[in-house]
């Protein structure tokens, strides 16, 4: 049996909700269940938080045969499609299902949700926001938030208003839910204020960024293929290296220090082309370094590292067997 039922009330409908148990666990609600919503008696002028629930044996099925379909009902819903159970995947398929005609609404049955004890907060939309969300992932999170609101905010007993009276409700409503607790997330919209100079600041900075990437990948392209020609023509390995040089100064202009290891790998390579054995070495033992120092290792560096690394060792077995 569910003892708590927290739910967040916008305008004119539930946006969001869910039961739990004694022990804060989510309940599961039947399949035959649709979910909760609030519904507006225009003569009590009374809001109702209810149940609906699938059952063609309902009263208020039985009543409505027993009208003519001429006549309109006092009662009107006060909110539109109801919400779903967050524990529950397979009421959203019965929801499409449900309403897909006006027909269908003859169907349902209401059970009035009545709250021993109920405690109602006004917060901002979107701290509700992450409360909600917390509310269904966290287990620890749900008791120190009950607790809190046990504290702070007491849970009064729930007054019926004047204006309903019992026949009013076993009039309309098939049966009345007992819950022994109900928390009402009341969202309050605060007035947005746009920050425009933030937007001009970050908006700059972002076209900056656009562009150094599309200079980045540009050079990228042209110093492979001047890299690749470089095991054969020493002008392609000479221009290949002047390129790594200009993303060099891109990335530290970027300030990408991934990007920055990856130009310097490149220029070792260049200086692998031409014949500079020993200044390369120097640059991969730097950069073997850096690779180890990072927080986040990255697949891609250490992979370039290790094949520019395995050509050197290539290079110099094949000078060892030549000499």
């Known amino acids: 049996m569910s003892q708590v039922l927290i739910y967040v009330r916008g305008d004119h409908s539930v946006e969001e909700y869910c039961f739990f148990s004694r022990e804060l666990s989510p309940v599961l609600i039947d399949y035959k269940e649709v979910g909760i ?8 002028k009374h809001t109702h938080l209810c149940l609906i629930k699938l059952d063609p044996n309902s009263k208020n099925y039985q009543n409505q ?12 819903s006060g909110s539109t499609k109801p919400q779903t159970n967050v524990s529950n995947n397979e009421n959203s398929e019965n929801i499409n299902s449900v309403f897909q005609s006006p027909s269908d609404l003859t169907l349902l ?7 021993v004890k109920e405690a109602t907060l006004q917060f901002d939309a979107h701290l509700v926001s992450c409360i909600s969300y917390e509310l ?29 009276t019992n026949s009013h409700v076993c ?16 969202l309050l919209y605060p007035r947005q204020k746009i920050d425009y100079a933030w937007n001009y ?14 200079a980045m990948n540009w050079l990228s392209t042209l110093g492979g293929g001047y890299s690749s020609l470089g095991d054969y023509f020493q002008h ?9 040089l200009q993303q060099l100064k891109l990335a530290e202009r970027m300030g990408d220090p991934v990007m920055s290891a990856r130009c310097k790998i490149f220029f070792a390579q260049s200086l692998m082309q031409r014949g500079y054995i020993k200044q ?18 990255d697949d891609k560096l250490l992979a370039l590292y290790k094949s520019l690394k395995w050509r050197l060792k290539h290079l110099n077995d094949n000078s060892i067997t030549n000499s």
């Not at 045969?65 to 009107?76: Q, T």
């Not at 049955?109 to 709250?115: G, W």
């Not at 600041?201 to 599309?214: A, E, H, K, T």
Request: hydrophobic fraction near 40%.
């Open 236 to 244: 392609h390995a000479e221009e290949a290296g002047r390129i790594s």
């Open 201 to 214: 600041r970050m908006g700059s900075q972002m076209m900056r960024r656009v562009i150094l990437d599309d």
């Open 136 to 164: 269904k992932r966290s287990r620890i999170f749900r008791r120190r938030f009950l607790k809190y609101v046990a504290r702070n905010f007491r849970f009064k007993p729930f007054i019926v208003p004047n204006s309903v």
């Open 37 to 44: 919503t609030l519904l507006y008696d225009t003569s009590t």
């Open 280 to 297: 390369c070495k120097a640059i991969l033992r730097a950069q073997s370094y850096h690779c180890k120092s990072l927080l986040v290792s």
């Open 65 to 76: 045969k027993k009208k003519s379909p001429n006549k309109n009902n006092n009662k009107s």
């Open 171 to 186: 009039e309309f409503f098939d049966s009345v839910v007992l819950v022994p607790y109900v928390v009402k997330l009341v």
């Open 109 to 115: 049955s209401f059970s009035d949700i009545v709250p």
